[in-house]
């Protein structure tokens, strides 16, 4: 007999990166279950335009994921607010494409401070909560880049494949100490979002709206799924390529251009997007723009 759906309606969400894109949606889509969300994101004016345009359901929080202290005061403040979280979305994330050996090193300690690390200080505050009440859900955004691999996203790949073994390794400690507490990862496709500009499109697959990927999130919270592919055809591929040989599922890949939606992004689309996630962790200086924009680097200077 299959299992009953989760009530969503009347429980409690904090959703990091909530100001824009994938989260602002998750946002929007959990508020029309009947929930209350808090929006945690670094830009607090852009958040509580967000949660204004939402409803009074929702309310802004300023957030900086890469500092433990900041969650905290984030989790505290949301729920003096709107009660105990019985959902934490951890979204947050950014994402600069470019040859591996040409990035900036300021830019891959970006991405694994806000994408990883963010992550861990989002559970690590989170979780101690909901096991004394014996319930919740984190819902931590990997990328199918993370299962995969994605050639011109080695550091972003990286921090989502942690994202993967991070979350199935707590989930398992959780299971070993009876804890009714729900740990998911979303693998989304490329998405139509600021980070997702300029990206090649593979044979057969469409960029996904941020509302797809909302609707993938609450469908998931309600059957209490642990991977959450997005498009769900995605995980019948994944399922055919896992069982053939490297270089057949290689061959598919290039095939498909799956290994070209990063490798040969268009850096001037990108530009924007590719500036402002430079400056998006505060306890950094900004990286090369040129190294971050995805362009070879000038030649060091021999003695």
């Given at each position: 007999?299959?299992?009953?759906?989760?009530?969503?309606?009347?429980?409690?969400?904090?959703?990091?990166?909530?100001a824009?894109?994938?989260?602002?949606?998750?946002?929007?889509?959990?508020?029309?279950?009947g929930?209350?969300?808090?929006?945690?994101?670094?830009?607090?004016?852009l958040?509580?335009?967000?949660?204004?345009?939402?409803?009074?359901?929702?309310?802004?929080?300023?957030?900086?994921?890469?500092?433990?202290?900041?969650?905290?005061?984030?989790?505290?403040?949301?729920?003096?607010?709107?009660?105990?979280?019985?959902?934490?979305?951890?979204?947050?994330?950014?994402?600069a494409?470019?040859?591996?050996?040409?990035?900036?090193?300021?830019?891959?300690?970006?991405?694994?401070?806000?994408?990883?690390?963010?992550?861990?200080?989002?559970?690590?505050v989170?979780?101690?909560?909901?096991?004394?009440?014996?319930?919740?859900?984190?819902?931590?955004?990997?990328?199918?880049?993370?299962?995969?691999?994605?050639?011109?996203?080695a550091?972003?790949?990286?921090?989502?494949?942690?994202?993967?073994?991070?979350?199935?390794?707590?989930?398992?400690?959780?299971?070993?100490?009876?804890?009714d507490?729900?740990?998911?990862?979303?693998?989304?496709?490329?998405?139509?979002?600021?980070?997702?500009?300029?990206?090649?499109?593979?044979?057969?697959?469409?960029?996904?709206?941020?509302?797809?990927?909302?609707?993938?999130?609450v469908?998931?919270?309600?059957?209490?799924?642990?991977?959450?592919?997005?498009?769900?055809?995605?995980?019948?591929?994944?399922?055919?390529?896992?069982v053939l040989?490297?270089?057949?599922?290689?061959?598919?890949?290039?095939?498909l251009?799956?290994?070209?939606?990063?490798?040969?992004?268009?850096?001037?689309?990108?530009k924007?997007?590719?500036?402002?996630?430079?400056?998006?962790?505060?306890?950094?200086?900004?990286?090369?723009?040129?190294?971050?924009?995805?362009?070879?680097?000038?030649?060091?200077?021999?003695?």
């Amino acid at each position: 007999m299959a299992k009953q759906p989760r009530i969503l309606v009347g429980q409690v969400a904090a959703v990091t990166g909530g100001a824009r894109g994938i989260g602002r949606e998750t946002a929007r889509a959990l508020l029309r279950e009947g929930m209350k969300v808090a929006l945690g994101d670094l830009d607090l004016e852009l958040a509580r335009a967000t949660a204004q345009e939402l409803g009074p359901n929702a309310a802004a929080f300023e957030l900086d994921v890469t500092r433990r202290d900041s969650f905290e005061r984030f989790v505290v403040a949301a729920e003096e607010q709107l009660g105990p979280l019985d959902v934490l979305v951890n979204n947050a994330g950014i994402m600069a494409v470019g040859r591996f050996l040409d990035e900036d090193d300021a830019t891959a300690q970006r991405m694994i401070d806000i994408n990883l690390h963010g992550v861990i200080w989002g559970m690590k505050v989170v979780l101690p909560r909901m096991i004394a009440r014996n319930r919740g859900h984190v819902v931590n955004i990997s990328s199918q880049a993370g299962r995969y691999g994605a050639p011109g996203g080695a550091t972003y790949s990286a921090t989502k494949h942690a994202v993967i073994g991070l979350t199935e390794a707590v989930r398992g400690e959780l299971r070993h100490e009876g804890a009714d507490v729900d740990l998911s990862y979303v693998l989304p496709y490329a998405v139509n979002t600021e980070l997702g500009a300029g990206l090649v499109e593979a044979r057969g697959f469409k960029k996904l709206e941020p509302t797809d990927v909302a609707e993938a999130i609450v469908e998931g919270l309600k059957a209490r799924e642990v991977d959450i592919w997005v498009p769900r055809s995605s995980r019948h591929t994944h399922r055919l390529t896992s069982v053939l040989p490297r270089r057949a599922a290689e061959g598919l890949a290039r095939a498909l251009k799956a290994d070209q939606v990063l490798a040969q992004a268009d850096t001037n689309a990108r530009k924007g997007y590719e500036l402002r996630a430079a400056r998006s962790e505060p306890g950094l200086e900004p990286g090369d723009e040129r190294k971050a924009l995805g362009q070879p680097a000038e030649p060091a200077e021999t003695p």
